[in-house]
T-cell receptor, first 113, second 116 residues
Framework: DQQVKQNSPSLSVQEGRISILNCDYTNSMFDYFLWYKKYPAEGPTFLISISSIKDKNEDGRFTVFLNKSAKHLSLHIVPSQPGDSAVYFCAASAGDSNYQLIWGAGTKLIIKP | NAGVMQNPRHLVRRRGQEARLRCSPMKGHSHVYWYRQLPEEGLKFMVYLQKENIIDESGMPKERFSAEFPKEGPSILRIQQVVRGDSAAYFC??????????????FGPGTRLTVL
């Protein structure tokens, strides 16, 4: 039962353009969402998060949008840079067990020069 | 300021042997989490520990798996009598305070376990 879904296994974007990574969830109890970035042979690195009381959070080139009615969130990276090439994971948590992150399967982002 | 350290980075075991994975949290962090990642999947929560206490082990298989975080030394994830299905990447994360998700979890580089 996949509660967090990232339906695009990979995404290719031209350098300088916008990268949009999508994530859908099924559990309406989720109240906190995170994006992590992972390079090969390394652990995930926290990027940005959003609470369910917000619909947008911005940090430099990274913006996360949350649409609660659609149970959908997206990560926008603009402008995309070669160093952004990595696997991006969406994760969510709920309520009292909020340390238990439920992860999507990841989207591999490739930035083309 | 060293990050989360895990060793070994790669571990090969034959079926039936024991695997012991170590995790040293970031300095000042007293909360440790273990996750497992199977190929082509996201990470799956296994266990949450504080010093000398297991807080939540609901994601850990009831048999063959155990975890500890002693007063001194690293956290250990132990897998007894390994089977091929245990082959995965095991990640450890740590956080500073009470385990609230807003307290960022910082991840180690992982241990890749291969069971022959």
């Amino acid at each position: 039962d996949q509660q967090v879904k990232q339906n695009s296994p990979s995404l290719s974007v031209q350098e300088g353009r916008i990268s949009i990574l999508n994530c859908d969830y099924t559990n309406s109890m989720f109240d906190y969402f995170l994006w992590y970035k992972k390079y090969p042979a390394e652990g995930p690195t926290f990027l940005i998060s959003i609470s369910s009381i917000k619909d947008k959070n911005e940090d430099g080139r990274f913006t996360v949008f949350l649409n609660k009615s659609a149970k959908h969130l997206s990560l926008h990276i603009v402008p995309s840079q070669p160093g952004d090439s990595a696997v991006y994971f969406c994760a969510a948590s709920a309520g009292d067990s909020n340390y238990q992150l439920i992860w999507g399967a990841g989207t591999k982002l490739i930035i083309k020069p | 300021n060293a990050g989360v350290m895990q060793n070994p980075r790669h571990l090969v075991r034959r079926r039936g042997q024991e695997a012991r994975l170590r995790c040293s949290p970031m300095k000042g962090h007293s909360h440790v989490y273990w996750y497992r990642q199977l190929p082509e999947e996201g990470l799956k929560f296994m266990v949450y520990l504080q010093k000398e206490n297991i807080i939540d082990e609901s994601g850990m298989p009831k048999e063959r798996f155990s975890a500890e975080f002693p007063k001194e030394g690293p956290s250990i994830l132990r897998i007894q009598q390994v089977v091929r299905g245990d082959s995965a990447a095991y990640f450890c994360a740590s956080s500073r305070t009470s385990g609230a998700v807003s307290d960022t979890q910082y991840f180690g580089p992982g241990t890749r376990l291969t069971v022959l």
